[in-house]
């Protein structure tokens, strides 16, 4: 399976909003800075697995389900 980092984006700024987190917030948490979190929400950029992890444990998403795509398809 591929990784699909724009889905993942999306899902990330989805949840984030659902939690009220601001990018501001989320990147104070996870250890980045704003404008790194705005362009992994865009799809723009492909985060560290680190990065990722940190993403999905703060706003409770799924990894596997975050991240992957069925059948190779990007």
């Known amino acids: 399976m591929k990784i699909d980092y724009h889905?993942?984006?999306e899902r990330m700024m989805l949840a984030r909003r659902?939690?009220?987190f601001t990018q501001q917030q989320l990147a104070h948490l996870v250890g980045v800075s704003p404008s790194h979190i705005s362009d992994i929400?865009?799809?723009?950029t492909n985060p560290a697995h680190s990065?990722?992890?940190?993403i999905c444990t703060i706003l409770d998403i799924p990894e596997?389900?975050?991240l992957t795509v069925e059948h190779g398809e990007v």
């Open 64 to 66: 596997p389900d975050a």
């Open 18 to 20: 659902r939690r009220k």
């Open 41 to 44: 929400e865009r799809g723009e």
């Open 7 to 9: 889905n993942f984006g």
């Open 51 to 54: 990065v990722v992890v940190d």
